[in-house]
């Protein structure tokens, strides 16, 4: 017999399962007869195998099921919320059920950050900070309790009060949330504040602090503080002003088509209309070239 090649047999694996380490934090999934816990970089078990389930690290927590209960684990290990929730999502101070009802709990500490409550409950969207007049990012979540809407901040505060219809944030630039009361449309600020009366029968999100809106099937804009540029005369516009960069450092808006009594001009940015209605056909503007593209 060869004695080198005797010494060199592997060891046999000690699990049967094993994921590939989480980036951040370097923790791996590992199980064995059914049974899983978690890992670091050195093959230490920061967990007993004991969980029937348990899933990837995302940020700083980790998610484990035992007997059919959900509950979140730290990267040192440690069960920060009791294993008693029936459903656990997201990510960002994860979303928890309770049976029917739902509620936020955060991922550094494990304590409840509302009530769980809620009948519905919508993942965590960041906003720009308008209100403060900062560029900064704030995150709020939709709630939903006895069929109406709301939002909360991350203390869990309810910075709208759930009494909407429909809530709709929007993730790209979103000054103002649009919100539906009584069957019709408005706005309001991130802090709850209605920015506009509840009228419009249908509204876009804003871009470049102008948002189109209609009424009795007619079109207009109104700025991020309600205020109207242009009458709610058209019947058809553009849905939102483009920018454009054209010459690689100046940003500047380009104008919009609208339409009326079925001929076709333009308004720029301030509602101004540049361009008579006096064409029977007009198309948007070539971001690159400031051209009319057809």
Not at 91 to 116: A, C, E, M, N
Not at 208 to 213: E, G, I, K, L, Q
Not at 254 to 264: N, T
Request: aromatic share 12%; with cysteine; glycine share 8%.
């Amino acid at each position: 017999m060869n004695k080198n090649t005797s010494k060199k047999s592997s060891k046999p694996e000690k699990y049967d399962y094993r994921d590939t380490y989480e980036e951040l934090y370097g923790i791996a999934v590992v199980g064995k007869d059914g049974k899983y816990g978690y890992i670091n970089r050195r093959g230490k078990e920061i967990t007993p195998l004991k969980y029937d389930r348990a899933l990837r690290f995302y940020w700083d927590v980790g998610r484990v099921q035992l007997d059919g209960k959900w509950g979140l684990i730290n990267r040192k290990g440690k069960e920060i919320t009791p294993l008693v929730y029936d459903q656990i999502t997201g990510h960002q101070d994860p979303i928890v059920r309770l049976g029917d009802k739902y509620g936020f709990v955060s991922r550094k500490t494990g304590v409840l950050l509302t009530p769980v409550k809620y009948d519905n409950a919508r993942q965590w969207i960041q906003i720009l900070n308008f209100e403060a007049r900062k560029w900064g990012k704030k995150d709020l979540a939709q709630v939903q309790l006895e069929e109406k809407w709301g939002i909360i901040n991350v203390q869990g505060k309810e910075v709208v009060p759930l009494k909407y219809e429909r809530i709709e944030i929007n993730q790209s630039e979103n000054p103002r949330i649009a919100a539906k009361l009584d069957g019709k449309w408005g706005f309001i600020s991130e802090n709850g504040k209605e920015i506009t009366a509840f009228e419009y029968d249908d509204v876009e999100e804003f871009h470049n602090c102008r948002a189109r809106v209609k009424k009795d099937d007619k079109y207009g804009f109104i700025t991020a503080n309600g205020v109207m540029i242009t009458p709610l005369v058209y019947d058809d516009c553009e849905p939102y002003f483009q920018n454009t960069y054209s010459d690689y450092s100046e940003k500047r808006i380009l104008p919009v088509w609208v339409k009326r009594d079925e001929k076709y001009g333009f308004i720029d940015i301030s509602g101004n209309e540049i361009v008579k209605q006096i064409y029977e056909y007009a198309n948007l503007f070539d971001k690159q070239n400031e051209k009319i593209h057809s």
